[in-house]
Structures are given as structure tokens and as C-alpha cells.
T-cell receptor, first 110, second 114 residues
Framework: GQQVMQIPQYQHVQEGEDFTTYCNSS?????IQWYKQRPGGHPVFLIQ?????EVKKQKRLTFQFGEAKKNSSLHITATQTTDVGTYFC??????????FGQGTELSVKP | KAGVTQTPRYLIKTRGQQVTLSCSPI?????VSWYQQTPGQGLQFLFE???????NKGNFPGRFSGRQFSNSRSEMNVSTLELGDSALYLC?????????????FGSGTRLTVV
């Protein structure tokens, strides 16, 4: 069956450093969604990527979909303490099944 | 405008019982999705409803079911509860079916099965 691997599982950074989380699939994806969940909170939808090689930016966040549509990344430039939380990818394979990555927990030291 | 409302917030049930959770989407939103979140399995998609029809379904046993009413409110039901069903159950609503419209999550219902 479909495998979705999200790495790393944890990332501890100093405030101001960059952060990247990766989502890798064993099969070609129709699209991918990214979410952020603050500690004790609920997931917040960030963005959807659909096209091969697509790059989207939201302020300090850059989202990229791989050319083969099998992987994606979320990059945060110059992290702030408000970026703390767990970042999840959700993939929609071409069979219509929705699967979440295990998430990357980001902690930011001021 | 009001966000996604889930009731109840907390629930304790005994193994073997059944439970019904409710989700009221943002006004005007017609798509409702349900998710289960546990420390061990993470976030897992349960099902999505749009215009009272189930559009998508995750890999959960038939004990998990849902429905959507004409006012877009949705309920999910879990029958014959097992200890492993203890989880945070989240619902999310969107204008239409399909992730490109963006989903807004509720605060969830925390279910504990004893």
C-alpha cells in the first residue's frame, strides 16, 4: 500500500534559523496539503499543491511539490517562536485515498 | 462568523457502547470531513461528506459511520466501542469538496473509552 514518510520527526532550532520538513510518497500523488498544529490546538490548513514542480510562498513559508509529484517540502525562513508546532502533510493519491504524514514537530529556542 | 463547532468537547464511554459526535460547519460550508488523531497513529482521515453524500472514505472499520444533514451539519457514530477508539476526533469544513478550497478545523471531541 501507499507509504508516506515525513522527515524529520523532530526539529529543534534556534530562533532565526531556517527549518525544512519533507514529505515523501512511494507513489505518484494527485495533490498534497500542508497543515500546522500548535501544541494543544487543532490543525490549521496552510496550502494545497497540485502541479508538478509547483512552488508557493506564504510570507516566510515556501512550499514545493516535486517534479515527479512524489515528494514535497515546507521551508520556513528565519524561524520565530510563533512557528512552534507540528507540521503535517496530507496526500491524496490517485486512488482518492487521503493519508497523513506522521508530522514534524518544530521547537524554536528564543 | 462562527467557526466549526464540535460537541461534546469531552466524552467518556465504556467499551461496547456506541457514541455519536456532532459537527456544525461554518455557515455556507457544505463539505465536512472527519479525522481521528491519536499519539500512536497520528492523524487519520475518516470520511468526507458533501451535500449529504459521502465523497471519500478512509481505512476504518464499518463501526465508524457518518452522515450529513441538509443544513450541512454532520454526525459521526462509532458502535461497539473499543479501547483503541480513544482519540481526539476532529471535523473540518470547507465551501466545497476538494482540498484546494481550504479546510477549517473544529477544536475536536476528545473521546476516552474505558
Amino acid at each position: 500500500g501507499q507509504q508516506v514518510m515525513q522527515i524529520p520527526q523532530y526539529q529543534h532550532v534556534q530562533e532565526g534559523e531556517d527549518f525544512t520538513t519533507y514529505c515523501n510518497s512511494s507513489t505518484t500523488l494527485s495533490n498534497i496539503q500542508w497543515y500546522k498544529q500548535r501544541p494543544g490546538g487543532h490543525p490549521v490548513f496552510l496550502i494545497q499543491l497540485v502541479k508538478s514542480g509547483e512552488v508557493k510562498k506564504q510570507k516566510r513559508l515556501t512550499f514545493q511539490f516535486g517534479e515527479a509529484k512524489k515528494n514535497s517540502s515546507l521551508h520556513i525562513t528565519a524561524t520565530q517562536t510563533t512557528d512552534v508546532g507540528t507540521y503535517f502533510c496530507e496526500v491524496d493519491n490517485q486512488g482518492g485515498k487521503l493519508i497523513f504524514g506522521q508530522g514534524t514537530e518544530l521547537s524554536v529556542k528564543p | 462568523k462562527a467557526g466549526v463547532t464540535q460537541t461534546p468537547r469531552y466524552l467518556i464511554k465504556t467499551r461496547g457502547q456506541q457514541v455519536t459526535l456532532s459537527c456544525s460547519p461554518i455557515s455556507g460550508h457544505r463539505s465536512v470531513s472527519w479525522y481521528q488523531q491519536t499519539p500512536g497513529q497520528g492523524l487519520q482521515f475518516l470520511f468526507e461528506y458533501f451535500s449529504e453524500t459521502q465523497r471519500n472514505k478512509g481505512n476504518f472499520p464499518g463501526r465508524f459511520s457518518g452522515r450529513q444533514f441538509s443544513n450541512s451539519r454532520s454526525e459521526m457514530n462509532v458502535s461497539t466501542l473499543e479501547l483503541g477508539d480513544s482519540a481526539l476526533y476532529l471535523c473540518a469544513s470547507s465551501l466545497r469538496s476538494g482540498r484546494n478550497y481550504g479546510y477549517t478545523f473544529g477544536s475536536g471531541t476528545r473521546l476516552t473509552v474505558v
